[in-house]
């Protein structure tokens, strides 16, 4: 299998760190296995005999990277030319115009090319598009990083859920916020405060309004509604509130009252995003940076998830992926 890296930021840097810990054992699976071609804002390196991730794990630099020239061109000049069996599509979410993944995926699966992604913004303005290229061109698009982190929620729906419906999905979907309003909660810090100490822990969007505005999770709403409950929203659909409006006094009147106040996501007849009161004890009641996610089936009843949400944990998503793309590509040969 020859995988092309388009995206070489935080993300991208540890799934090369996280492929080289598990190298031995992908070479087992698939003896070819190489990464031929990873892509930044400003060109890329490629080598058809493969990437060697260890020296590049070392430096974290393409331009630096001694075995192979670093191309001054796009990453769609790149995958125009040269073929992959896999594709991780890791560029900036963009909701405005999905640039430039949303170009990436569509030219990746139009070629033939499987796509795994961490990249809200093409799923969130084109779910039903893609998913139809992936089918017509018999590509997987595979997109557990998405959504909630290293938490499997795809995975769970589509291998572990097959016989039952999901009726409703409702969670935590954005750790900087639960960030936030944890720490107003437990240690009685203001919003400002509280807003500036993720912005330093490099918690918040490059813009963060998209966290505390509701926005991000309600990309995460519609990508859950259209994947699992077979929708077709759009980010208008949500009706979203954010947290700006949760002062002291709000916190304080909740906690009296055996309540958290948490920023949920809800999928159901109607897809919202708003600050809600949670009893303590219930299981989506998690705090810091966890995300949690809820499904009620019509058959098992209520099925909870908790995990990182954000960080090098979402290496554990891409990484899932791409063993079910290894798996797929073992059944076609």
Same mark, same amino acid.
């Given at each position: ?25 992908l070479k087992r699976i698939d003896p070819n296995f190489k990464v031929t071609a990873i892509a930044n804002s ?7 005999? /493969? ?6 794990? =070392?430096?974290?630099? *393409?331009?630096?990277? @001694?075995?192979?020239?670093?191309? +001054? !061109? ?46 809200? /913004? ?6 039903? =598009?893609?998913?139809? *290229?992936?089918?017509? @061109?018999?590509?997987?698009?595979? +997109? !557990? ?54 912005? =330093? ?133």
């Amino acid at each position: 299998m020859d995988v092309a890296i388009l995206g070489f930021g935080f993300l991208g840097k540890n799934l090369v760190k996280y492929l080289t810990i598990r190298w031995d054992e992908l070479k087992r699976i698939d003896p070819n296995f190489k990464v031929t071609a990873i892509a930044n804002s400003k060109g890329y390196i490629y080598d058809s005999n /493969g990437i060697d991730l260890f020296q590049l794990s =070392e430096t974290q630099d *393409l331009t630096s990277y @001694s075995k192979a020239p670093f191309c +001054f !061109e796009q990453a769609a000049t790149l995958i125009e030319r040269e073929f992959f069996d896999c594709v991780f599509e890791l560029t900036p979410t963009n909701v405005k115009n999905g640039e430039p993944g949303l170009s990436h995926i569509r030219k990746s699966l139009s070629r033939g090319m499987n796509v795994i992604t961490a990249n809200k /913004g093409p799923l969130v303005l084109a779910y039903n =598009e893609l998913v139809s *290229l992936a089918k017509t @061109s018999d590509c997987l698009l595979l +997109f !557990e990083a998405t959504v909630a982190g290293a938490v499997p929620v795809f995975s769970l729906v589509r291998e572990s859920l097959q016989g039952d419906k999901v009726i409703r999905i409702q969670g935590i979907l954005n750790g900087t916020t639960n960030y936030i309003l944890s720490r107003m909660y437990y240690e009685g810090v203001s919003f400002d405060i509280a807003l500036r100490e993720a912005q =330093e822990k490099g918690l918040t969007e490059r813009d963060f309004a998209y966290d505390i505005d509701g926005i991000d999770a309600a990309c995460k709403v519609v990508i859950l509604a259209n994947a699992i409950m077979g929708r077709k929203a759009v980010l208008s659909d949500v009706k979203i509130s954010g947290i700006r409006g949760i002062n002291e006094e709000a916190i304080s009147l909740a906690k009296k009252s055996g309540y958290a106040i948490k920023l949920i996501g809800e999928v159901e007849k109607d897809l919202r995003v708003s600050p809600r009161l949670v009893p303590l004890n219930h299981p989506l009641c998690v705090n810091g940076t966890l995300n949690s996610v809820q499904f009620i089936c019509d058959i098992a009843g209520e099925i909870t998830l908790v995990g990182h949400g954000s960080g090098k944990e979402t290496v554990s998503a891409l990484l899932n992926d791409l063993y079910t793309t290894l798996r797929a590509q073992a059944i076609k040969s």
